[in-house]
């Protein structure tokens, strides 16, 4: 029986889910002995897989998200599925699926459920329809992290026994970068300054952005010399001018953008912390990601954040903007707490590996086809 991976969601400069489909499915794909199809949009970059594996292109682009839409629910499960498992993300599962497909979702959060203010309307209505079809159709289901397995059970009452858990990790390419030369070119490149708060991700709503910034402000006031700087693209209903409307220091924040995976350890490693206090995770990759990397951790004290955090960063309530800002200065102004952070750190991140995590989505996937 084949394996399909519905890698629809694939995309350039992809993070969160795109990241996860690259490295968990494209590590699964090169130690397996199944063959594996690889469903990827028109116009993604392709990703390593391995050599058992055949990459198909669906007739869309994943620019064009409706006509990726229907080509998932209409058509990928008769023209792909036949006798087969399906891999696929969250909720995203051909309505037209044949009887003979074996169907196994990896979920990353529920955020529709819990933060549905964030979202447009529209898109919380048909991922609620989506789920709910899900929980009907899927044979097993994988989760990011035993939060996420938690949240399954509670909100869309589908039995622990039937969750297997399959965590996240991040890029073996991460590690510490104490080169100096390479430290100036990444400064040079992207005009930073000497010291900074960094962050890294989306700007959806979720993510916290105005609260961390407020945060940074007040944290500026009592004489930090350092600068935040955001790394990400441009999310759904965040407005740059309105969230700096009313910030004093302003000019000592600086927006980014994409950064690709290649400036991402020295990015890190150059930041004198990450600060990530976001409102929902299902797992968390950028904390794992700064851990690797050496750099102390200011995240929040909900979701899944403390499961993938440990005991290697400070944790907020980040609805509380002076509770972030009073723990962001004191790790920046208590220099040996936060080389505790980056020791730590760099011993949690070793919890987590891709390769790991294939081995165990195979393993799962044998016992269920063998069933």
């Known amino acids: 029986m084949k394996v399909v991976i519905n890698a629809l969601q694939y995309k350039q400069n992809s993070s969160g889910i795109g990241v996860m489909i690259r490295e ?20 993604s970059p392709d990703f390593p897989t391995g050599l058992s594996a055949e990459v198909v292109r669906a007739p869309c682009a994943y620019s064009k998200g409706l006509r990726r839409m229907l080509f998932q629910t209409f058509r990928l499960g008769y023209r792909h599925c036949k006798n087969a498992v399906l891999l696929t993300t969250d909720s995203k599962i051909p309505l037209l699926i044949p009887p003979s497909c074996t169907v196994i979702p990896l979920v990353t959060d529920l955020a529709v459920y819990r933060l549905k203010e964030t979202y447009q309307i529209s898109r919380v209505i048909w991922w ?16 990011v992290s035993q939060f996420t397995k938690g949240e399954m059970v509670k909100i869309l009452h ?8 399959v965590p996240c990790a991040c890029s073996s390419d991460l590690w510490p970068i104490t080169d100096e030369t390479i430290r100036k070119r990444l400064i040079e490149k992207y005009q930073l300054p000497e010291h900074f708060v960094l962050y890294v991700g989306n700007f959806n709503p979720r993510k916290n952005l105005e609260r961390l910034i407020q945060a940074f402000d007040i944290a500026k006031e009592k004489g930090i010399p350092h600068q935040l700087v955001i790394a990400g693209e ?5 407005d740059k ?22 400036d991402m ?16 995770e299902g797992f968390g990759i950028p904390v794992i990601e700064a851990q690797s990397c050496g750099t102390p951790i200011l995240t929040s004290n909900c979701s899944s954040l403390p ?14 903007v002076s509770g972030i800002a009073e723990e962001m200065l004191y790790i920046l102004n208590n220099p ?10 760099l011993e949690n991140a070793k919890r987590f590996s891709w390769e790991a995590s294939a081995r165990q989505l195979d393993s799962i996937i044998e016992r269920v086809v063998n069933e």
């Open 265 to 280: 350890p020295a990015l890190y490693s150059a930041a004198d912390l990450f600060a990530f206090p976001t409102l929902y």
């Open 336 to 345: 040996q707490f936060a080389e505790k952070l980056t020791k730590k750190g």
């Open 307 to 320: 499961e993938v955090g440990g005991d290697a960063a400070v944790y907020v309530d980040p609805y509380d």
């Open 24 to 43: 968990l499915f494209g590590s699964y794909t090169r130690i397996t002995s199944r063959h594996c199809q690889v469903v990827l949009p028109a116009d």
């Open 234 to 238: 441009q999310g759904w209903k965040f």
């Open 158 to 165: 589908i039995p622990a026994e039937k969750i297997e858990v």
């Open 241 to 262: 001018d309105k969230t700096l409307r009313g910030i004093t220091h302003r000019k000592s924040i600086r927006f980014i953008g994409y950064v690709p995976d290649a």
């Open 128 to 143: 609620r329809m989506q789920y709910r079809y899900m929980y009907r159709r899927a044979n097993l289901f994988l989760a």
